[in-house]
């Protein structure tokens, strides 16, 4: 099972950046998959995640309304869209999976994990 996780980049505050979380080894559909990230200074964070079987989200208060949590089943992958994009927003970002259905921000309620992507945002 791999997860990969791209699309970072440096973006000015305001800004909107779309990352991916694409799957090889595992079929994504049947997958909760979470999003979560490690701002310098800070404990890694969930910053929200997609339930199996029926796609129910879950976002903290601190981007509800700004991120955004897909699928794409057709190229098993997952993204999340990020707007109006603050600098404690920087961080390494990283997808999580589990097979079981779970709306949890918890990291240890996830069993894969894949390399993380740098989000970088100016003030």
């Known amino acids: 099972v ?17 990352l991916s979380c694409a799957a090889s080894g595992i079929t994504l559909k049947d997958y909760s998959v979470g999003w979560f990230r490690r701002v310098p200074g800070k404990q890694s964070e969930g910053v929200g995640c997609i339930s199996s079987k029926n796609d129910n989200t879950y976002y903290p208060d601190l981007v509800k309304g700004r991120f955004i ?6 190229k098993n992958t997952v993204y999340l869209q990020m707007h109006s ?27 894969y994990w894949g390399q993380g992507t740098l989000v970088t945002v100016s003030s």
């Open 85 to 111: 994009l603050e600098p404690e927003d920087t961080g390494v970002y990283y997808c999580a999976a589990t097979r079981r259905t779970i709306r949890s921000p918890v990291r240890s309620d996830y069993d």
């Open 2 to 18: 791999q997860l990969q996780a791209s699309g970072g980049g440096l973006v000015p505050s305001g800004g909107s950046l779309r």
């Open 69 to 74: 949590i897909s699928r794409v089943n057709s």
